[in-house]
């Protein structure tokens, strides 16, 4: 049974399932998940608690015999299996088919997992374990969803902000949920019920934001300049790979590249994002940055790509001289901003 993490409240209400399954790169989201779960045991009985950690040297002979024990007192048991890695491996994956298939009635059992991939949610362990129990698929809350969601927490501890309140805190806490989480409690904390001034908001809220490399495409996509500079700046002062930087956003050209260079064959749009597997939010974005960059254009950025990976190495570069951040900061605008050719 899959299950929406905003449905999970009103069914922990009516029954509990033998077995839940989180999957999320969420941790926030997914802890609380996890918690409301462990309250729901508690409150109906099941007091001992066992947590068996997949690593390198784990038996999946333990899941089994976890399920099988029972303590001095004969209590009811939650037990939590966690899969840091989301991957199994072949025994494992049969543990868990024959593990679903006979769940013990005196436990519950709750699985944690990161976010699947495309392979793994086909697997038949996935399919087994969303067949005997409940299966919560927690989705990242990307930037466009942030302000709804930071809305929706100032809502249920009795407090509001105005746009550019809500637009502040989303500035500070890009990329940390648990940060953003964190910071909200601290309004709740320092100011009554009500209404909060961008003055109380400012002075409240630190810059607690973790720049994720792979989101950086998103704000070139977008077009959105300020927003590159600060992540830019970000993850130079977080000490970030600059050759990891540099190979997201050469990735980035080379997709858009192929997606205009069909474009200009007469390929419909539908079918060249389908091809080169791009979905969901990205699918816009990809779209409005296509309107915006031209082939030519492309076709240079990626020259340039080529010329600040010289200058990582210590090499010459024709287009750019000094510092190579610098240089990639440039050919970022260029994408963001695009221009005619």
Same mark, same amino acid.
């Given at each position: 049974?899959?299950?929406?993490?905003?449905? @999970?409240?009103?069914?922990?209400?009516?029954?509990?399932?033998?077995?839940?399954?989180?999957?999320? #790169?969420?941790?926030?989201? +997914?802890?609380? =998940?996890? #918690?409301?779960?462990?309250?729901? =045991?508690? +409150?109906?009985?099941?007091?001992?608690?066992?947590? &068996?950690? !997949?690593?390198?040297?784990?038996?999946?002979?333990?899941?089994?015999?976890?399920?099988?024990?029972?303590?001095?007192?004969?209590?009811?048991?939650?037990?939590?299996?966690?899969?840091?890695?989301?991957?199994?491996?072949?025994?494992?994956?049969?543990?868990?088919?024959?593990?679903?298939?006979?769940?013990?009635?005196?436990?519950?059992?709750?699985?944690?997992?990161?976010?699947?991939?495309?392979?793994?949610?086909?697997?038949?362990?996935?399919?087994?374990?969303?067949?005997? *129990?409940?299966?919560? #698929?927690?989705?990242?809350?990307?930037?466009?969803?942030?302000?709804?969601?930071?809305?929706?927490? &100032?809502? =249920?501890?009795?407090?509001?902000?105005?746009?550019?309140?809500?637009?502040?805190?989303?500035?500070? !806490?890009?990329?940390? %949920?648990?940060?953003?989480?964190?910071?909200?409690?601290?309004?709740?904390?320092?100011?009554?019920?009500?209404?909060?001034?961008?003055?109380?908001?400012?002075?409240?809220?630190?810059?607690?934001?973790?720049? #994720?490399?792979?989101?950086?495409?998103?704000?070139?996509? =977008?077009?959105?300049?300020?927003?590159?500079?600060?992540? %830019?700046?970000?993850?130079?002062?977080?000490?970030?790979?600059?050759?990891?930087? @540099?190979?997201?956003? +050469?990735?980035?050209?080379?997709?858009?590249?192929?997606?205009?260079?069909?474009?200009?064959?007469?390929?419909?749009?539908?079918? %060249?994002?389908?091809?080169?597997?791009?979905? *969901?939010?990205?699918?816009? %974005?990809?779209?409005?940055?296509?309107?915006? &960059?031209?082939?030519?254009?492309?076709?240079?950025? @990626?020259?340039?790509? +080529?010329?600040?990976?010289?200058? !990582?190495?210590?090499?010459?570069?024709?287009?750019?001289?000094?510092?190579?951040?610098?240089? @990639?900061?440039?050919?970022?605008?260029? &994408?963001?901003?695009?221009?005619?050719?």
């Amino acid at each position: 049974m899959q299950l929406r993490i905003d449905a @999970l409240d009103a069914h922990l209400a009516k029954s509990l399932s033998p077995l839940y399954v989180i999957a999320s #790169d969420e941790h926030l989201l +997914a802890l609380e =998940a996890a #918690d409301k779960i462990r309250k729901c =045991a508690r +409150a109906q009985g099941y007091a001992e608690r066992e947590v &068996l950690s !997949v690593e390198r040297s784990f038996k999946w002979g333990e899941l089994l015999a976890a399920s099988q024990s029972q303590s001095l007192f004969g209590e009811r048991k939650l037990i939590e299996l966690r899969i840091p890695t989301g991957k199994p491996g072949k025994d494992g994956g049969q543990a868990l088919q024959a593990y679903a298939a006979a769940l013990n009635p005196d436990n519950v059992t709750l699985i944690t997992l990161p976010k699947l991939d495309w392979a793994s949610q086909k697997a038949a362990w996935v399919t087994s374990l969303q067949q005997a *129990g409940v299966f919560i #698929d927690i989705p990242l809350v990307d930037r466009a969803q942030l302000p709804n969601w930071i809305s929706q927490r &100032l809502a =249920a501890q009795q407090q509001s902000a105005d746009r550019d309140g809500i637009a502040f805190i989303v500035e500070r !806490v890009e990329g940390n %949920l648990l940060a953003a989480h964190q910071e909200l409690q601290k309004l709740a904390l320092l100011h009554p019920p009500g209404k909060l001034s961008f003055e109380a908001i400012h002075d409240a809220v630190l810059n607690v934001a973790r720049y #994720d490399v792979f989101k950086l495409s998103e704000a070139m996509l =977008a077009g959105d300049a300020a927003r590159l500079v600060r992540m %830019l700046e970000g993850l130079k002062g977080e000490g970030e790979a600059l050759p990891l930087v @540099l190979w997201a956003v +050469a990735e980035e050209i080379r997709t858009l590249l192929k997606l205009q260079t069909g474009l200009s064959q007469g390929q419909p749009m539908a079918a %060249l994002l389908k091809q080169h597997r791009i979905w *969901g939010p990205r699918e816009r %974005l990809a779209e409005g940055a296509l309107r915006r &960059l031209p082939l030519p254009l492309l076709r240079e950025a @990626l020259q340039d790509a +080529a010329q600040i990976d010289r200058m !990582v190495k210590g090499l010459r570069a024709k287009a750019f001289s000094g510092d190579p951040w610098d240089a @990639l900061l440039q050919l970022g605008l260029k &994408l963001a901003r695009g221009r005619a050719h």
